[in-house]
């Protein structure tokens, strides 16, 4: 069987796995938020970004091959993982402890994991729209990280079309497909995958926020990256 | 609309890879893309809402707020500046009483900043309704603005108004010869594939965008790229379709040689891409033309057409059965579309996206078929290469870049124009040729490319030392290295498609901390910081413009760190928060611009 080494590990991989993919399998964690195995990888939040060769690049999206030597936990990469990081708090404007996602939230868990203390970069304030319309399911643009995991889950485990990112550059926002763009007209229903795939607390299922107390939710009791690897996510 | 949604899907056959196409006749129509629109374009193209709308958010030249009749887009590029511009714009805003960025009350006309137009060495430029009009002067501005409150429909406006001349200096390889149409071709065919391969190989020929990538190469794999599911059939490569793309959407601000090119050697190209063709077994090939370029579309068609009727393109290509045809596609202003595999997303109906590599795009390109994707001036030197061959090439140049470059020279100089070069001449001997003078720096390569300042002009054009797309700017002692850089830095982020974080966040972060330096904010600790997001941006980031967004900064700072201490505030920290700015708005809504209108960030002792 093939290997590849990360961070002088040797390990295993099958034909047609990326990075991300054989380290996953083999225990290894590499932050990352974008990237869920369940669906198509995507490679835009570029937290998992590891060196190969010299040169960066996206374990989520690399094939893996044969004696390829992959540096992923390293201060530096870890150092350039927390920036980024850092990007997606100032870009949006996520405010943790009135969020109803705390403590389930896979940016705030990675954020603690990376030892991020404060936003370094200057906020953008940016102007999001919150859509209520939906009586089960609630999108807050705000928390919005442009993951693209809802579209993804929408067309790929849903079968549907109801996410879609557009806009260029920093105006790129979430958009929903129905003629009035309201998540109330499109036809999403509570029980799919779109609705429960969101990293953060972009979209959630209403009446759900507070049935797991704050204190005793997924990332307060362990880090991320145990929980990634234990739940394959 | 509803109608006319109906002819305009009919007439693109319904092909959701048109949908560019579609939308630009339905902005033409409309001076915006109305949401009806959308709707029904949905219905009639069975695509989802979401991708039209993401797809007219993306572009430039799409809308969804109206515009004005007469919608105008000033190029706001360096070169631009260089000549006037910012003054000029104020100027056509008063003459026509509206301000930038907005549409008059009356819808009549609409005025924009866009991207470089590509008219670089005869601007101030501008775009009316997609066509250009160059050498913008108040003289012309009061033509113009005239024109537009008489409502005179542009296909009446003066022709000398919308002329863009070639303004070609110099010479060389390419220029000075127009082949025979078709000779190229025959001489391939007669010579054999895999031998006029062998010949491009020989002739060393490199892309000419600026990767450099070995052109024989591309063509080889794409040609021997073979489907999984079909390894074992040896038929592949007649039964598979390939495509062959020529990427006409020279955005890099300070490039307009391929302006010349398809306006001049349109048959070269379409030559040379077809000579790609009988070598991949490809059937279609596709021009993306930028959508800045609208004034050179027909002139393509008609060569298209002119092509056909000699049986040089089309089913019957030689009576040997041979088939190949091109078609043409516009861009809307996306300066990431000039990225190979963000041009073929652009290709197939959808925002300018660049993909994850590999796979790369000579096994999985259009449609996720094999596609060779080339610069213009490439297959142009192809072309003359599958005729004259592959020693006739390579014995002009240096030893790792054969043959000559097209250089597009715009600036401080007293010849602006197109020359070609063979490849190893030096910076000085260039700005001899063009006439010159006190020259601070040149911007090689364009804003992704580098800056040299005037202790290094006896470097070589070559990929082995300044390697360049073919832009040239050229800046005079009188220009401020500070506004050079920051105009650079904003039309990246501008440009920036916005898929991956450090791209997206991290060129408006550096358009911030530059803009405060170079208002005169910045303390020690925001150069540290600007240099800090630079490399991140430069590291981290998903395709070349993210790579070379920071380019201008780390080459400017490298050449001139004096310049960039002399500029800094002598304290330790100065508040990203301005707080006289901000009132600017409070002033505007009173009126008032007097001294108690003011506030000073620290009170003076």
Redesign the interface.
């Known amino acids: 069987m093939p290997h590849i080494r990360i961070d002088g590990q040797q390990i295993p991989f099958e034909e047609g796995q990326t990075i991300m993919d054989a380290a996953m399998a083999a225990g290894i964690y590499i932050p990352h938020l974008c990237h869920n195995p369940e669906f198509t990888?995507h490679?835009?939040?570029?937290?998992c970004?590891v060196k190969l060769n010299g040169r960066?690049c996206?374990a989520c999206?690399?094939?893996a091959a044969d004696g390829q030597e992959v540096e992923s936990n390293t201060e530096e990469l870890n150092t350039?993982r927390k920036?980024?990081t850092q990007?997606?708090f100032?870009?949006g404007n996520h405010f943790c402890p009135s969020c109803e996602k705390t403590g389930n939230c896979q940016l705030q868990g990675v954020a603690y994991h990376l030892g991020m203390l404060d936003s370094h970069?200057?906020h953008?304030y940016a102007q999001r729209e919150v859509d209520a319309s939906h009586p089960d399911i609630v999108l807050d643009r705000n928390r919005c990280?442009?993951c693209d995991l809802c579209e993804r889950a929408s067309k790929e485990a849903d079968n549907k079309?109801v996410?879609?990112?557009?806009?260029?550059?920093?105006?790129?926002h979430l958009?929903?497909?129905s003629?009035s763009g309201k998540l109330g007209d499109s036809d999403i229903s509570v029980d799919d995958r779109a609705c429960t795939v969101c990293p953060t607390g972009a979209i959630l299922v209403k009446g759900e926020a507070y049935k797991i107390p704050i204190g005793e939710r997924v990332y307060d009791k362990q880090e991320i990256d145990i929980v990634s690897l234990e739940t394959d996510t | 609309m509803e109608l006319f949604i109906k002819q305009l899907t009919r007439k693109y056959q319904h092909q959701a890879t048109r949908l560019l196409m579609m939308l630009r006749e339905v902005q033409a129509q409309y001076f915006y893309i109305p949401?009806a629109a959308i709707?029904f374009l949905t219905t009639e193209l069975d695509i989802?809402?979401?991708?039209i709308?993401?797809v007219?958010?993306?572009y430039a030249f799409l809308s969804t707020e109206p515009q004005g009749q007469y919608d105008i887009f000033l190029s706001d590029s360096i070169t631009d500046h260089l000549l006037g511009k910012q003054d000029l714009t104020k100027y056509l805003c008063h003459k026509l009483k509206t301000n930038l960025g907005t549409t008059r009350s009356d819808g009549l006309v609409s005025i924009n900043n866009t991207s470089c137009t590509g008219l670089c060495e005869q601007g101030p430029a501008m775009l009316v309704n997609g066509y250009a009009i160059g050498e913008l002067t108040q003289t012309r501005i009061d033509e113009i603005a005239g024109l537009i409150e008489q409502k005179i429909p542009l296909n009446d406006w003066p022709p000398a108004l919308l002329k863009v001349d070639d303004n070609i200096q110099q010479q060389g390889l390419l220029l000075s010869t127009q082949l025979e149409k078709g000779a190229a071709m025959r001489a391939a065919w007669r010579r054999g594939i895999m031998e006029t391969l062998a010949e491009l190989e020989t002739a060393g020929l490199r892309g000419r965008g600026g990767a450099g990538y070995l052109t024989a190469w591309k063509w080889k794999f794409c040609y021997e790229s073979v489907e999984e599911d079909d390894i074992c059939n040896t038929e592949v490569h007649t039964q598979h379709q390939r495509y062959v793309v020529c990427n006409a959407d020279e955005g890099e601000p300070g490039t307009f040689k391929d302006r010349v090119l398809l306006n001049n050697y349109a048959h070269e190209l379409i030559e040379g891409m077809t000579v790609c063709a009988l070598i991949t077994g490809a059937r279609q090939g596709f021009i993306y033309l930028r959508g800045e370029y609208l004034h050179l579309y027909p002139k393509l068609l008609a060569v298209i057409e002119e092509r056909r009727a000699a049986n040089l393109l089309g089913e019957n290509i030689f009576d040997e059965y041979i088939a190949f045809d091109v078609e043409v596609r516009l861009g809307l202003g996306?300066y990431i579309c000039g990225e190979e595999s963000a041009l073929i997303e652009s290709l197939e109906g959808k925002?300018g996206i660049p993909r994850?590599r590999?796979p790369y795009p000579v096994t999985s390109g259009y449609l996720n078929k094999p596609t060779v994707v080339n610069n213009v001036e490439t297959f142009v030197a192809a072309a003359h290469i599958a005729l004259h061959g592959g020693e006739w090439f390579a014995q002009y140049g240096t030893k790792k870049s054969k043959g000559t470059k097209i250089l597009s020279i715009s600036g401080d100089c007293a010849r602006a124009g197109i020359y070609e070069y063979e490849f190893g001449v030096t910076v000085q001997q260039i700005l001899d040729d063009c006439g010159a003078e006190n020259v601070l720096g040149v911007q090689v390569g364009g804003p992704s490319g580098t800056f040299i300042c005037n202790d290094e002009f006896n470097r070589k054009i070559a990929f082995e030392d300044l390697a360049t797309g073919g832009s040239f700017i050229i800046f005079n002692e009188s220009r401020s290295i500070f506004d050079i850089v920051q105009n650079f830095t904003h039309f990246f982020?501008?440009?920036?498609?916005?898929?991956?974080?450090?791209c997206?966040?991290?060129?408006?972060?550096l358009k911030?901390q530059y803009d405060k330096i170079h208002q005169g904010h910045g303390g020690a600790g925001d150069l540290v910081e600007l240099q800090?997001?630079a490399k991140?941006i430069r590291?981290?980031?998903?395709c070349g413009l993210g790579q070379t967004a920071a380019q201008p900064i780390l080459t400017t700072l490298e050449r001139y760190p004096e310049l960039y201490q002399q500029q800094l505030q002598k304290i330790d920290f100065e508040p990203?928060f301005d707080l006289d700015s901000s009132l600017e708005i409070a002033r505007k809504l009173s009126g008032r611009d007097d001294e108690h209108a003011h506030l000073a960030q620290v009170e003076d002792d």
């Open positions: 990888p490679g835009s939040c570029k937290l970004e960066n996206s999206t690399f094939p350039l920036r980024i990007m997606l100032v870009e970069f200057p953008f990280i442009f079309n996410f879609a990112i557009a806009g260029r550059g920093i105006n790129k958009i929903v497909n003629a | 949401s709707e989802p809402r979401t991708q709308i993401s007219v958010e993306f996306a925002r994850n590999p982020a501008d440009e920036s498609c916005g898929f991956c974080t450090p997206r966040v991290g060129t408006s972060l911030k800090e997001i991140l590291t981290a980031s998903h990203g």
